[in-house]
């Protein structure tokens, strides 16, 4: 990559633009970038090549989380090696001209983008709170490509940056859950990790909610897209362009309806807890980060009590909010009953937990989803409240009131069911109109893994030898590294290209990646590790008889160009 970076930055945009079938760019306001997060030497050698080469952003830019606390960089728990490389990552992007906000939560920043606004945001819960919440316009950028939307001040003209492309298509029911869960926490949270597992990146409308704050919306879209791929959704009533039913459905009618009650709810929720056991180790809060007025219900549910001396209390929060709460007198109170604060990046992404026996309690569908894989952890989901009560008794603390008393009993099933009965998305792969497109072109041939469901690369595939690392995955421990990998679509973590182009560079990436439904995030991930690295991953988006064809062979020799993609099976 020896051009000019602004030369490089508009190449890899229009590269972009073509695989997803934009005609022209636009221009954006302001960008928010996920790419300065250290994944390995592929993420840092992008970010040094574009500083050192000069690059500056040109709009106003905000950064997503890094890779330690700056503010608290004692409490860094890994090797020093990544300790180093984490600062120059942050160094880079803030000599890059970028706002050094480290916050996975830039909504919760003084200035935020206004409805209709065009913007270029990364980060997966970031994505849909600007869609949902505020009205502006993102599409699910990925790392990469949110630094060269940054530089160049423009997007492609396509998906929710549109009009039409910002339409719900299905239709999500609630009934029968009462009052008083749907005021709790874990009603949001566990509702969006049933929408991502349901919609996965369909825009789905909500119907049934009286109401919610924005941290309760927050929850929902950080659950849905990191079960799912969802960035964008409606609910009636209540965000910005779904005042009705037939407002945020275009006036069309749902292309699918899904019914969801206290059953399918505490099925999910149950999902989101991996033990039995009752003895906890610490509890973190604040995935995506803790806003101020969640600061203000944690010092009231607190009142001056002390966390148990047995674990450890840890809450996440962007730098901005903390300086609020700490001028309120608030952070020192906290901290005196025992409360860990953690700035600039977050727990379930950097080694910060001590290991203290026990599991970990969460009221994060997000850091519940994420942390078995990323940190090992077994954890207990449940809702703010249960987190604190259980924090000063010392043990799991539980709400048996929480769905009300229709819940059914033992609902273990009920969403895996639904899921099974509702495709997780509106694939492609079942789409004989839209042919068979290269995404990214070569040569390449190798034994072929069909996956069973969508699979994230950050937090579902290990770095370091390219095996799927996400427990939740069928296939859990199966190897990717020279394989040709079939999957229906991406899913989760606009850091998947990062991922990808470690896997790359360390020799371990599959050979190619054949979807169902076309993943940009990925392409993105292979487009960059082959400029960097010199070395191919064909990624292309085939039709559903080619998708069909290629899911049963067990070898596939694959010669893909701009113009055609030619499969062979050598079984």
Known sequence: MTSPPTDFAHRLLERYAAIVGARRLIPITRAHIDGCLYHGPASLDFARTMAESGAQVTVPTTLNVGAIDLLHPKIFRGPPEVVAAGREMMRHYAAMGCRQTWTCAPYQLVERPALGEQVAWAESNAIVFANSVLGARTERYGDFIDLCAAITGTVPEVGLHTDEGRLGRILIEISGVSDVAMRRDTFFATLGHLLGRLAGSAIAVIDGVEAAREDDLKALGAAAASSGAVAMFHMVGITPEAATRAEALGGRAPERV??????????????????????????????????????????????????????????????????????????????????????????????????????????????????????????????????????????????????????????????????????????????????????????????????????????????????????????????????????????????????????????????????????????????????????????????????????????????????????????
């Open 258 to 571: 899904i019914r969801i009650g206290p059953r399918e709810l505490a099925a999910a929720a149950a999902e989101l807890t991996s033990t039995h056991q009752t003895a906890l180790g610490a509890v973190s809060i604040g995935t995506p980060h803790f806003s101020y007025d969640e600061f203000t219900r944690l010092r009231a549910l607190l009142a001056g009590r002390r966390i148990a001396d047995r674990l450890e209390f840890f809450v996440s929060t962007g730098r901005d909010t903390l300086a609020r709460v700490d001028a309120e007198g608030w952070g020192e109170e906290l901290r005196a009953c025992g409360v860990q604060v953690v700035t600039d990046t977050c727990t379930y992404l950097t080694p910060i937990l001590t290991g203290r026996p026990g599991a970990v309690m969460t009221n994060s569908a997000k850091w519940a989803w994420y942390a078995p894989n990323n940190l090992e952890y077994e954890v207990v989901f449940g809702s703010l409240e249960e987190c604190v009560e259980s924090a000063v008794c010392g043990e799991v603390w539980r709400d048996a009131t929480q769905w009300g008393d229709d819940s059914g009993g033992s609902p273990e099933g009920v969403a895996i069911r639904a899921a099974t009965a509702a495709p997780a998305r509106e694939s492609t792969a079942g789409d004989n109109s839209r042919p068979t497109t290269v995404l990214v072109e070569g040569t390449v041939q190798g034994d072929a893994v069909a996956l069973d469901e969508p699979l994230s690369f950050w937090g579902g595939v290990h770095e370091e030898s390219g095996v799927i690392s996400d427990t939740h995955h069928p296939q859990h421990g199966a190897a990717l590294a020279g394989k040709v990998m079939l999957m229906p679509s991406g899913r989760g973590s606009s850091s998947s290209s990062s991922v990808l182009a470690e896997l790359i560079r360390g020799g371990v990436a599959p050979a190619a990646i054949l979807l169902g439904e076309s993943d940009p995030i990925l392409a993105l991930g292979a487009m960059v590790g082959e400029a960097l690295y010199d070395r191919t991953v064909v990624v292309a988006q085939l039709s559903r008889e080619e998708y069909e064809r290629a899911k049963s062979a067990s070898r596939l020799e694959i010669d893909a160009t701009a113009q055609e993609l030619r499969l062979a099976t050598t079984d």
